[in-house]
Every structure is written in C-alpha cells, then in structure tokens.
C-alpha cells in the first residue's frame, strides 16, 4: 500500500500516560493488527528543528495484507507538557481534505504522552525541487491552502476557539522571535559601515522600515486568518510526477491570507541572487493573482504578502551570520545589491 497516495483521512490523536515501544504505537493505530508478528527496520533522517527528537523512516510488512508500508515518525519534545504547534496543527488537519495542487502524506495517527508527541504520517516520495522553478505551483498551491483552510477556520465551533488562539502569528510568543524583529540587527550593520564604506548611513534607512512594518502588522490582524505553513524551504518538499508534497508543519501558524507568499518570497529572496529572485517573484505574483478565489480582496492579501516577505527578507539580510557568510565568500557587492532592492520598497 503506497500511503502517500492515500487521500486524506481523519488522522486521531490518542493519548498515552507512558512512554511506549514503537511496536506498540504501531498496533495501537492498526488494531486490526491484533498480535501478529511485525518485522520493523528504521533509520534516522536528517532534522534540525529545536524541539524535535528525532524523525524515522520505518519499513514494515502489514501483517494482515502482506503489503509493503512505508512510515515517518516525527517524535516532538513537549515543555512543561505543551505540545508543538505542529501536534495541534495535525488535530485540525482534515481542512486539507480536497486538496489539488499540493499534496500530503496521509497522517496515521498521533500519539501523545506527557512529554513528546510522535506524528505517523506516509512516506513521501520524489526529488527537492528547483525552489526558483515552482513559482507557478506553489502560488497555486498556497491560494488553494489559504482558501481550505480559511473556511475551516470560519466554521469551527467556538470550544475551539482556544486552539486556533494560541496558533495565532500575532501572539507575543511568536511576534517577539529575533526572527521577526529585524532591527536588533542594525547595530552589527553600523559596525560594518565602519570598515566598509559602501555600507555608510544604511543602518539609519533601514530603521525607516520600523513604522511601515508596524502599519503593515495592524492591517494584517484585522485580515482574513487561515493557515499558513511559512517553511518552503526545498527540503520541505518533494516532486513526483509534476505532483507537489509538502511536510514539516513545525512553523505552522493561524496567519493571515497571503502570509505564505510572503514566507515563499522571503526564503528565495535570501537564498538567491537577484535576477532569478525577481523573475521567479512575477511568475509567483502573476499565478496567485489569478488563483486567489474571489471572496478574497487581492490588494489585502498581497500587502499581507509584503509584510511577511519584508519581515523574513530584513531580518535574514541583515542577521551578522549573514553578513559574515558573504564577506566569507567576497560577494559584498551582492548583498549591497540586496540591501537596495529592500530599500527601494520603503
Ligand atoms: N513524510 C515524509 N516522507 C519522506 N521524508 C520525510 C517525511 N517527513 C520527513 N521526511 C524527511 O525528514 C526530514 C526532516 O523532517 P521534518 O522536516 O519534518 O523535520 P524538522 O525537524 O522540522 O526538520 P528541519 O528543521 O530540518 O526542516 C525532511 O527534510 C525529509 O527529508
Ligand atoms: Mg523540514
């Protein structure tokens, strides 16, 4: 049985006081499994992200069709027993049901215990894709999630209300990361200036953008809310076929409509020079445009677009890792050139 092929199923969280053996989480989600003897191989894959423990990719033989299975388990650390946002994420995520343009592994099951949540989903197959290349369909893609998503959220019931609260970008848990505070990182830009003339007075600009965020962030809270994963990054997903496979919801937040683009743009904007930036920008900008279903008012969720682009590209140009990265590799007339586009939005 190919599971990532599967259509999306209703995917359970069951609640454990203990920890358990992987065999046992995995009869617990199949209990038609009943005793029959199960032959597992593992082995780890690469993750980063803070929090998480591990992710394992699992070969089995389902004992009652005799079929091959493929699984992850993603096993996430709790803190003071809260879960991830991804766990809660997973609790809601039959709002992707119909989804055309991207696909998911079908989530198994969730199993949480007081310290970790272990998320079984599919195993996906198919190549990192050219970031730059998928322009077109990722706009497709994010349009369509926005869309799911935003009447799921319109739907709920109010006792679920609390859930998608603390999910919220605009909580002050996530609103004061570094990561969206790109102005801690105006002194280290002064430092620089001081040794590199092409970066004089650029420190005093940028702080100009201190204001137009704060007005961009007001008018993002009062928009639409859906769900918006804000990780494109390659290794998040996987192509097949044409098809396009998105994983790794551990950036998940309630956003705002037009927040994903604006992550999408931010994450290529720093990982490439300009020319394929912009021309990989329009074909974006063009296919949302036309994607976004018409309930949704286009200039609202392009200025969302804005301010997330904005608040991920500032920060990540600016950062002193950054600016060490290029210094490294002499390529300071390339970040100089970065620096100006950004400054040309104000
Ligand atoms: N369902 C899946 N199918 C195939 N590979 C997967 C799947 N889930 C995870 N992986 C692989 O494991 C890696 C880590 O998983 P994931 O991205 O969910 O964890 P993470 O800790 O958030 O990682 P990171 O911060 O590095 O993105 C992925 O980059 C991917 O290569
Ligand atoms: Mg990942």
């Excluded at 209990?31 to 992710?55: C, H, M």
């Excluded at 994420?89 to 199993?111: E, N, T």
């Excluded at 940028?206 to 809310?225: D, T, V, Y």
């Excluded at 919801?249 to 930036?277: H, I, Q, T």
């Amino acid at each position: 049985m190919n599971l990532d092929l599967h259509p999306l199923q209703g995917c359970r969280t069951l609640y454990r006081w203990q920890h358990g053996h992987l065999e046992h989480h995995l009869r617990t989600l199949h209990p038609q499994w009943g005793e029959r003897p199960l032959t597992i191989t593992s082995q780890d894959l690469a993750s980063n992200a803070s929090f998480v423990n591990y992710v394992r990719h699992h070969r089995l033989v389902d004992p009652c069709t005799g079929q091959d299975l493929e699984l992850v388990e993603k096993s996430i650390r709790k803190v003071a027993f809260i879960g991830s946002q991804e766990a809660r994420f997973y609790r809601a995520r039959d709002m992707l049901r119909g989804s055309k343009h991207f696909h998911y592994p079908a989530c198994l099951g969730v199993i949480e215990t007081p310290w970790e949540s272990l998320i079984f989903t599919g195993f996906a197959r198919g190549k990192p894709p050219r970031m730059q290349a998928i322009a077109k369909q990722l706009a497709l893609g994010i349009a369509e999630l926005e869309s799911l998503s935003h009447r799921y959220l319109s739907q709920q019931p109010w006792h679920k209300a609390p859930l998608f609260w603390s999910m919220d970008f605009f909580r002050p848990w996530f609103l004061l990361r570094p990561r969206f505070n790109f102005a801690r990182c105006l002194p280290e830009l002064e430092r620089l200036a001081q040794s590199d003339e092409r970066f004089n007075g650029l420190a005093d600009s940028f702080k100009a953008f201190e204001p137009l965020l704060a007005r961009l962030g007001r008018a993002a809270r009062r928009s639409p809310r859906c769900i918006s994963h804000m990780d494109y990054l390659r290794k998040n997903l996987f192509i097949d076929n044409g098809q396009l496979q998105l994983i790794d919801w551990s950036e998940v937040k309630v956003g705002r409509v037009g927040f994903d683009g604006g992550a999408y743009l931010g994450a290529l904007f720093r990982r490439k020079d300009m020319p394929v930036f912009l021309t990989a920008r329009q074909q974006f900008l063009d296919a949302y445009r036309e994607a976004l279903p018409a309930g949704f008012d286009t200039g609202e969720a392009l200025r969302n677009l804005h301010y997330m682009f904005l608040l991920n590209a500032l920060f990540h140009c600016l950062r002193p890792e950054t600016i060490a990265e290029y210094q490294e590799k002499q390529r300071m007339p390339v970040l100089r050139q970065k620096y100006d586009y950004l400054l040309s939005l104000l």
